[in-house]
């Protein structure tokens, strides 16, 4: 079987990932801070940039909270992510609410709700 390679920027993308859930999870100064999952991170070819996913699982008044923390709280994540890079320049950090999950338990709920109909007679 043969080896699947990864670039350079998938490798940068999942340490971003993992250092900040790391960071969030201990640093971020909010009391729900522990219930953000990070899901992804797109990092630009020129690693200028990186978009980092995440999902909250709250109200929509706790979730609009918590993207106005993580917007508060960018630089001194990117700061702290530089400590553990080599990087010629850190990327800029832009936290963008996964909306997959709410799509996922929607489309459960319809599939479940499908399966629960009476079927028609001639498919007994």
């Given at each position: 079987m043969p080896k699947k390679s990864f670039s350079r920027s998938d490798r940068v993308a999942q340490q971003i990932q993992r250092d900040v859930a790391e960071l969030i999870r201990g640093e971020l100064d909010h009391p729900k801070a522990s219930l953000i999952t990070v899901t992804d991170v797109e990092v630009t070819r020129d690693y200028s940039h990186a978009k980092i996913?995440?999902?909250?699982?709250?109200?929509?008044?706790?979730?609009?909270?918590?993207?106005?923390?993580?917007?508060?709280a960018k630089g001194f994540l990117r700061s702290e992510l530089a400590r553990g890079f080599t990087l010629f320049k850190m990327p800029e950090l832009h936290f963008v609410y996964d909306h997959s999950v709410e799509r996922g338990m929607q489309l459960e709920s319809l599939i479940n709700q499908a399966a629960s109909l009476p079927k028609a007679p001639d498919e007994e």
């Amino acid at each position: 079987m043969p080896k699947k390679s990864f670039s350079r920027s998938d490798r940068v993308a999942q340490q971003i990932q993992r250092d900040v859930a790391e960071l969030i999870r201990g640093e971020l100064d909010h009391p729900k801070a522990s219930l953000i999952t990070v899901t992804d991170v797109e990092v630009t070819r020129d690693y200028s940039h990186a978009k980092i996913f995440y999902t909250f699982l709250g109200d929509a008044e706790a979730q609009a909270d918590i993207a106005a923390k993580l917007e508060q709280a960018k630089g001194f994540l990117r700061s702290e992510l530089a400590r553990g890079f080599t990087l010629f320049k850190m990327p800029e950090l832009h936290f963008v609410y996964d909306h997959s999950v709410e799509r996922g338990m929607q489309l459960e709920s319809l599939i479940n709700q499908a399966a629960s109909l009476p079927k028609a007679p001639d498919e007994e």
